[in-house]
């Protein structure tokens, strides 16, 4: 997978793809109107944040590179990339429980906390993808 050069863009699957692991110092592009929403990305090598209307949807640390991120009510699914061992931060409904699969594979239920947040961790190797889907029980 590449790095999202422009850091943030709508593909033609009706999904985002955004951020950029391989950046030397923090760059953000605001106000990227994507089906009636306004999102931000804050991305380089120790972090990517994206935003949605103000409020927290994605963090990862350090930086990634995120391809097809399709957010619904039960589910959250994409595609990830980094040159090292990442920990991805997402923002879902209050004290619920989620499936995790990576690469399609179950690795567990989840709950998260009182604020909605729910962090998932992946081993990573330069050039390989994976697949993150977070699917409400």
């Known amino acids: 997978m590449a790095v999202v050069k422009e850091l943030l863009r709508a593909e033609n699957d009706g999904t985002l793809s955004f951020g950029d692991y391989t950046l030397g110092s923090k760059t953000k592009l605001d106000g990227f109107e994507f089906q009636g929403d306004i999102y931000k990305v804050k991305t380089f090598n120790e972090i990517t944040k994206l935003e949605k209307n103000g409020m927290f949807v994605y963090e990862s640390v350090p930086g990634t590179a995120v391809e097809n991120f399709k957010a619904s009510a ?64």
């Open 74 to 137: 039960d589910e959250v699914v994409f595609n990830v990339s980094a040159d090292k061992d990442i920990q991805v931060t997402l923002e879902l409904e209050a004290d619920t429980e989620y499936v995790i699969y990576m690469d399609n594979v179950n690795i567990g239920t989840m709950k998260t906390n009182l604020s909605g947040k729910i962090s998932v961790s992946a081993e990573m190797d330069p050039g390989r993808t994976v697949e993150i889907k977070v699917k409400k029980k």
